[in-house]
Each structure stands twice: as C-alpha cells, then as structure tokens.
C-alpha cells in the first residue's frame, strides 16, 4: 500500500500533471468537443462554483470532451466572500483562480480556437460581468475582455452553439446584439428574482428576454445561443442544477443540428 508520503508524491509530479492537463473529461468516445470558460473562482468574483461544477457533470454525463479556459489577467477586485466587500489588500490572477475549479486542466483564454472546439459555455458568477466584461459596474455601456469577445465572435461565426447561465448572458449579448436569452424573470416575483432589474441592462443592449422558471433555459435557434436562469433565482441548488442541465444539453442538441 503507498504511503501518504508516495501518494502525494505521484499526484504532484511532472508526468502525473502532463497526462492530467491532456486527459478527455469523460470517458468513453467523445460526443463532442466543448470549451468552457471561465472567470474567477467564486461568485462575487469569479464563477460561480456550483454553476461551473453543474456544467462539467452535464457535459460528462453526455461524453463530452472538455476543455476549460480562462483569460490570464488580474481579477475587476477580490471580494472577502464572508464579509461580503471587496479585500483592497488582495490581488488575484483569473486564470490562476479558475484553475482551482478545472483542478489545474486549463489553459490562457488566449489559446482557444473556435476551430478546435464544437462548442462553447460560459457558466455564471460575478465573474462573468467583472472579469470578462463589466456589465456588472457599467450595465449597458459595459466593456468586454479582448479574448472573450473574440471567441464569442468566433464560435458564432464558425455557427457553433454558445451555451450560458446566470448573469453571462449580458456578455453573450453585448457581444451579439440581438440575440434572444433568458435571466428568468424580469419581475421580482416577491424575491424569487431578486436581480430581476439586470433585465433593463440587456434590452439597452438591444437583446431579447424570455421569462424561464430556474429548470428551463431558452433556446435562440437563430444564433444558436442557449442560457438558463441558475442563480439569478433563489431557489434549490437540485433545481439550478437541473436547469444548467437543460441548458448544456440544449447546447450539445444544436451541435448535431
């Protein structure tokens, strides 16, 4: 029997990290070859963790091949996420962040190519509105991160489907405006939608909102863009993960279309 020494030993060396970094994330023949994005590690912050989590466990029960990413810059901030409010002292990197959900298999957003993938799916989280773009501070008149934007453009040029939860849809429809996607509702509904008011930022953007309950998503078979409302309602994590479900799987429909 190893010990805990030979153990740890093995998981960090430098062959153990190749193969890992280069391992498919399901097993089994790959139905298809989907990009996930990143933003952080947290919801203030980053991504949302359950939402990234949800997204992976789909996309594995479905036999995809994943491969994550991040865009290798400085975090908007870093939130003290019991305190609720930013940490002024703490500097983090994104990419340095994300890994810690993708357990260290990932890559600079930078090397990502449309060309290479089927699809792709940003899951939410401040992250999302701070990191890739700043919805989150600036609403409609918000900037977008070069390597995001890109491959935005580019997976809608090559019409690969863009999969998205929670609050990265803003980013998907700063980037394409026009598209057609759902935050949930855009009424309160006695805070079962307690960012309901994010709706107005996405029609200044000049999209779309569809109203969707926390276990459906929507589907935009014109642009093949598919997102699900996740966190933007309070709710159970059973039902934002099974409307993440819906989402991915959406995703991977429009695949094959």
């Known amino acids: 029997m190893l010990s805990a020494v030979n153990a740890l030993r093995i998981l960090t060396s430098p062959l153990n990290n190749y193969i890992s970094k280069n391992m498919l994330h399901s097993s089994g023949a790959a139905q298809a070859k989907v990009a996930v994005v990143l933003a952080g590690c947290g919801v203030y912050d980053g ?3 359950h939402e990234a989590s949800a997204c992976l466990v789909h996309l594995s029960r479905a036999k995809a091949e994943v491969g994550m990413f991040a865009p290798d810059i400085n975090q908007m901030h870093v939130v ?3 305190a609720g409010a930013p940490d002024e002292k703490d500097t983090r990197n994104v990419l340095k962040e994300s890994a810690r959900i993708a357990r260290g298999k990932i890559s600079a957003l930078s090397n ?3 060309t290479d993938y089927d699809a792709i799916i940003f899951p939410g989280g401040f992250g999302a509105a701070k990191n890739l773009c700043t919805f989150g501070v600036d609403g409609s008149k918000c900037s ?3 390597e995001a934007k890109r491959v935005i453009e ?3 040029a090559n019409k690969k489907p863009i999969g998205c939860c929670c609050i990265a849809p803003a980013l998907v429809a700063r980037v394409l405006p026009g598209v057609e996607v759902t935050m949930g509702s855009d009424k309160e509904e006695d805070g079962r939608f307690p960012y309901a008011g994010t709706v107005q ?3 200044e953007l000049g999209a779309k909102h569809v109203n969707k309950g926390p276990t ?4 935009d078979e014109k642009n093949k863009i598919v997102s699900a409302p996740a966190y933007m309602c309070e709710t159970g994590l059973h039902e934002i993960f099974d409307g993440i479900g819906q989402m991915v799987n959406g ?3 429009l695949v094959k279309s």
């Not at 459906?216 to 589907?219: A, I, Q, S």
Request: charged residues 25%.
């Open 216 to 219: 459906e998503c929507h589907v």
């Open 251 to 253: 995703t991977l429909k």
């Open 47 to 49: 991504s949302e963790v």
């Open 112 to 114: 990502l190519k449309a």
């Open 201 to 203: 930022g996405l029609l």
């Open 154 to 156: 580019e997976f809608h």
């Open 80 to 82: 003290d996420h019991i």
């Open 144 to 146: 977008v991160n070069n």
